[in-house]
């Protein structure tokens, strides 16, 4: 990560070596209560309080394969993978994408199976789904099925203070 002319800017994911990852507390909390019958209210603040927790997230994990050249390392940029798994739709596709150990043992499919755990951020995701050519991201497929759209993103990415540091001052 790098500061710029008060932009950020994640030039590299991060191998994910953890076998437990957990999400923050918040995190899981906003999306478990989207899922309750709220009223119009409720629901609007929830999805909003969700939104911004998303868009400063910097722990999302996507399962990816390597070039056999660059397979052991530690850092990657989204433009060195070689491959991601999609999800298939009717007429769509989607990438998955986990916050935590929990949801990546719910998803209806072997999450680490032939593939390398990587930390994402919103910036990551945008770069993933853009390359994918996949129509949206799935977020914890099988548990929470959160869609994130392309749109979605550039609003979270706009949304994260990092990238705004004025806006939330």
Not at 30 to 37: V, Y
Not at 138 to 143: A, I, K, S, T, Y
């Given at each position: 990560m790098s500061y710029t002319y008060g932009k950020w800017y994640n030039t590299r994911m991060r191998r994910c070596k953890e076998t437990k990852i957990k999400a923050p507390e918040a995190l899981l909390n906003?999306?478990?209560?989207?899922?309750?019958?709220l009223s119009e209210e409720g629901e609007e603040k929830t999805l909003h309080e969700l939104g911004f927790l998303l868009s400063a997230y910097q722990g999302y994990v996507a399962a990816v394969h390597l070039p056999a050249s660059i397979r052991n390392e530690m850092e990657v940029s989204p433009e060195e993978i070689e491959m991601i798994d999609l999800l298939e739709g009717e007429d769509e596709k989607y990438l998955p994408v986990f916050t935590d150990s929990q949801a990546m043992d719910e998803a209806p499919f072997d999450v680490r199976e032939n593939s390398i755990l990587f930390y994402c951020d919103v910036l990551d995701l945008h770069s993933l789904l853009t390359r994918s050519h996949a129509d949206a991201i799935?977020?914890?497929?099988?548990?929470d099925d959160l869609f994130l759209s392309e749109q979605l993103l550039e609003n979270m990415i706009r949304m994260d203070p990092k990238n705004n540091p004025h806006q939330y001052s």
């Open positions: 906003l999306l478990n209560q989207r899922r309750l019958p799935v977020l914890n497929p099988g548990q």
